[in-house]
Nanobody, 124 residues
Framework: QVQLVESGGGLVQAGGSLRLSCAAS????????MGWFRQAPGKEREFVAG????????YYADSVKGRFTISRDNAKNTVYLQMNSLKPEDTAVYYC????WGSGSPSTSAYDYWGQGTQVTVSS
């Protein structure tokens, strides 16, 4: 069982930056691919970024490439999402997720554990 707790959300103006954190209850670096997803009101949850456990390969949605960076600190069992050049359309609840032995799938159904989410609001 893995518990995930996100933090770092908030209100920011367009063009600003935020860094989200996802702390895992146990060691996840050896077996869990980690992902960030987001869900805006009235929309489906969508993949944002992922980091594969086996080789550290990074994955990004086209909408955030060049602006967002995912990383992990294995010693702290924490995954981060650095978000720069934020846009109003980035406004959503952001979720951290863990996929055991994951290949880096962008599908929500591939992930076994989810955090409670953290709100990110970008004002224009």
């Amino acid at each position: 069982q893995v518990q995930l707790v996100e933090s770092g959300g908030g209100l920011v103006q367009a063009g600003g930056s935020l860094r989200l954190s996802c702390a895992a209850s146990g060691r996840t670096s050896d077996t869990y691919t980690m992902g960030w997803f987001r869900q805006a009101p009235g929309k489906e949850r969508e993949f944002v970024a992922g980091i594969r456990y086996i080789d550290g390969r990074l994955y990004y949605a086209d909408s955030v490439k060049g602006r967002f960076t995912i990383s992990r600190d294995n010693a702290k069992n924490t995954v981060y999402l650095q978000m720069n050049s934020l846009k109003p359309e980035d406004t959503a609840v952001y979720y951290c997720a863990a996929d055991k032995w994951g290949s880096g799938s962008p599908s929500t159904s591939a992930y076994d554990y989810w955090g409670q989410g953290t709100q990110v609001t970008v004002s224009s």
